[in-house]
């Protein structure tokens, strides 16, 4: 075993910055060793002389500010020994949250230095006491000396690290000066090829590394981080570059198309012809499948736009040649609604053996979680055996326990954070590598496509089937309507009365129960006013005591109901046994029921632009125009409502998708593991750096044909290793 960090970068801080620091850096940042600490990056930079807004500081949170002193004045405690020092500190912006009051006991430091005058950098948790802010014992360092003597330093950003309470910010830094002066860059192998270094202008690592801790200049800075980003992307996409000419380097089991057979049958048979983008589709997948190279391909398309189509006839290509088709849905209902809707479509098709069934056609089964007893028994043996070509379920499918006869091709559907390590545990379930489909709806931001998805080639559903109807979406705001909120389920009874069937779709479940605690959206109780949110209970009880409702059926679904009574649910809303389904977000993805019109939203502002995109796609399926009502209780004004207003304002899934990512947090679009590798990004923003990672997976497609094994490019090969296996080199650097 060697040792992957390279040494300048693995000897430990211990040896840079003294035991001492070394310790403190340890115990409360984790930074062990020298690459650690140049890697921690600042979070900002301030500017000196530049004062914080103090109206802006967030409470009760670990803040660096820099302000002024007003006020000093120390006082002996009267029942104890030792002192008070109070300082008033400003921002010199004025109003009524322009300054702090410090206080600080027993601190002559403090008594001394921090004089009426000056200007200083201060750590702590802003709090308010009696209507006014306080920082208590704040860490401090003055701001004013250094440029007494270098008239430059005065110009210099102050750049802020993300400190935590026992480390304050110019800790760090003064522990990086000591270090970036210790460390011999010449010998820091650098991941970024020197011929791009030259064509973009980047810094040197050294320089990049001074210029990210210790700016002279704002500029300096950017330009530095814009080198690290660049970097970032350019490892993670040479890595996916790298998977890619390796899986098709892969051997697979050609599954060529065959005249005459299920697929074409099935063509025969179906009520409308396909769009031009299915046809263009489904080419390309024929070919690839056909091929004896493992097609690994990313469909895209609106909700709507018919993937499951694509999809399907992927796999009649698949099963007339002998293998099987396994198809994986996010959740129970979505895959029982697969099960039912496929049955429903290939007809006798799919009912090989069974009475009335075709002879030459194939099995479908499902499975998932609550298939249980003699049925699991029964789909397992038929998976086993290859009587069954279409297997359809959720995550059981991965399992163990689950032997395929000869799995020639894995379809994912609406999984939008299904990385590649997942996809690696579904393929190792064959005895070759299977082909593989995924297909997600837009919006998915194109960037993030080529992050969790950059290892597979892409497709583009672009045109919605003709004879779908157009989705009409309003914003309710009962803040300024409130009879609205009576005026809903009206609406609600009179799409009932004409045969059709509603949606209502709410942020809870119960009471302090939230559908999903991984979520990305917020699901607190009460909204900022202290408003409880609508839940699913709640709903229903109100809803069926409501008199324009009498009669209506009414259906209840969320995810903490036991999959049966879900399914039954499903069922019987889809077969209009059910008029109104109050449900929370398990009817996101995929759900299918065509008599379904109007989708009323409860809370919307509750839920994100692509969320509420991907419900109100529910709707209007079958050739009946949709409407989607987001009922808000925020006030008008409230930025929230922007999310809503976009939403109603179009249908484009594309646009969508950008206006989304401008009200995203990075964090909630990339998980940790989603990006290719166990780390996360550090500063590359999938969004904002669009443009830098588009140019990194030009540049590393280009250095993957060129050198697939990477043998001209070892710093590059390292830094892919590292990124993969982060925990590899703790552990090395431990032994
Ligand atoms: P997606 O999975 O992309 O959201 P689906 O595959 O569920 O979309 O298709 C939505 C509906 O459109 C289904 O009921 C499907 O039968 C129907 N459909 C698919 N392709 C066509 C087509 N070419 N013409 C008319 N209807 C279609
Ligand atoms: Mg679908």
């Avoid at 070919?287 to 493992?294: G, I, K, Q, T, V």
């Avoid at 069937?501 to 129960?513: A, F, H």
């Avoid at 993805?589 to 409860?602: E, F, K, P, R, S």
């Avoid at 502002?605 to 125009?625: A, M, W």
């Amino acid at each position: 075993m060697t040792d992957r960090q390279p040494p300048e970068l693995a000897l430990p801080l211990e040896r840079r910055v003294g035991k001492r620091t070394a310790n403190v850096l340890e115990k409360h940042l984790g930074l062990r060793t020298t690459a650690d600490l140049l890697n921690y990056f600042p979070r900002k930079y301030l500017k000196r002389g530049e004062l914080t807004p103090i109206a802006d500081l967030p409470m009760d949170e670990d803040v660096t500010l820099v302000a002024r002193v007003l006020s000093s004045r120390s006082r002996q405690m009267r029942a104890r020994k030792g002192s008070i020092t109070d300082v008033v500190v400003t921002d010199g912006l004025g109003g009524r949250h322009s300054s702090v009051a410090l206080t600080f006991f027993n601190a002559y430091r403090a008594a001394k230095e921090l004089t009426p005058g000056t200007l200083a950098m201060f750590a702590g948790k802003v709090s308010t006491y009696r209507d006014s802010l306080t920082l208590t014992n704040p860490e401090y360092v003055l701001l004013g000396d250094e440029s007494e003597f270098d008239a430059d330093a005065a110009r210099r950003p102050v750049p802020v690290y993300p400190a935590t309470a026992k480390v304050a910010s110019w800790r760090i830094r003064s522990a990086v000066e000591v270090l970036l002066d210790s460390v011999d860059f010449d010998r820091v192998p650098d991941p970024v090829p020197a011929d791009i270094a030259i064509r973009d202008r980047l810094y040197s690592l050294g320089d990049a590394y001074r210029n990210i801790h210790l700016p002279d200049e704002f500029e300096t800075a950017l330009k530095a981080q814009d080198r690290f980003r660049y970097q970032e992307a350019l490892i993670l996409q040479t890595a996916l570059a790298r998977r890619r000419a390796q899986a098709a380097a892969e051997e697979a089991t050609a599954r060529p198309h065959k005249p005459g057979a299920l697929l074409e049958r099935f063509d025969a048979s179906l009520p409308f012809t396909l769009t031009a983008g299915q046809r263009e589709v489904g080419e390309t997948l024929a070919a690839e499948l056909a091929a004896d190279h493992p097609m690994n391909r990313l469909l895209q398309g609106e909700v709507g736009s018919g993937k499951t189509l694509v999809a399907l006839r992927a796999m009649l290509q698949v099963i007339d040649a002998g293998g099987q088709a396994a198809l994986l849905a996010p959740t129970e209902v979505l895959a029982g609604q697969h099960y039912d809707s496929i049955r429903r479509t290939l007809g006798p098709l799919a009912e090989a053996g069974m009475l009335g069934g075709d002879a030459e056609g194939t099995r479908a089964v499902l499975l998932t979680g609550s298939v249980t007893g003699s049925a699991r028994r029964k789909a397992l043996l038929d998976i086993a055996s290859g009587e069954a070509g279409i297997i359809i379920g959720t995550h059981a499918l991965l399992s163990d326990e689950v032997q395929y006869f000869d799995l020639g091709l894995i379809v994912v559907d609406e999984q939008h954070r299904f990385g590649v390590e997942q996809r690696d545990a579904l393929r190792s379930r064959a005895v070759r590598p299977p082909h593989l489909l995924v297909m997600t709806a837009t919006p998915i931001p194109r960037t993030v496509a080529m992050t969790v998805f950059g290892d597979l080639e892409t497709s583009v559903l672009r045109e919605l089937p003709a004879g779908r109807a157009p989705i009409s979406t309003h914003m309710v705001g009962l803040a300024e309507h409130p009879a609205w909120g009576t005026r809903i389920w009206e609406r609600a009874k009179e799409e009932i009365d004409a045969g059709r069937q509603v949606y209502v779709v709410c942020p809870k479940i119960g009471d302090g129960e939230s559908e999903d605690p991984a979520s990305l959206e917020p699901t607190a109780d009460d909204d900022e006013e202290g408003r409880p949110l609508a839940s699913v209970q709640q709903t229903v009880q109100a809803l069926a005591s409501l008199p324009v409702l009498s009669g209506v059926r009414i259906g209840t679904l969320h995810g903490r109901l036991d999959p049966e009574e879900k399914s039954a649910t499903m069922a019987a809303f889809a077969e209009g046994r059910l008029d109104l389904l109050v449900s929370t977000t398990v009817i996101e993805v995929g759900v299918d029921v065509h008599n379904a019109t109007l989708m009323v939203i409860q809370d919307a502002d509750r839920f994100g632009i692509s969320q509420l995109h991907q419900l109100r796609g529910r709707v209007g399926r079958g050739g009946l125009p949709g409407t989607c009502l987001l009922v808000t209780q925020l006030e008008p004004g409230h930025p929230s409502r922007d999310r809503l207003q976009a939403v109603a304002s179009t249908t484009d899934g594309f646009a969508l998708s950008q206006e989304d990512l401008k009200l995203r947090r990075e964090g909630d679009i990339l998980g940790s593991t989603q990006s290719g590798g166990k780390s996360t990004l550090k500063l590359l923003r999938v969004i904002k750096d669009e443009p830098i990672i588009e140019q990194a997976r030009r540049d590393a497609a280009a250095i993957i044909e060129h050198d697939a094994q990477l043998g001209d490019y070892p710093e590059l090969a390292e830094a892919i290793e590292l990124y993969l296996n982060p925990e590899k080199e703790a552990f090395l650097e431990r032994g």
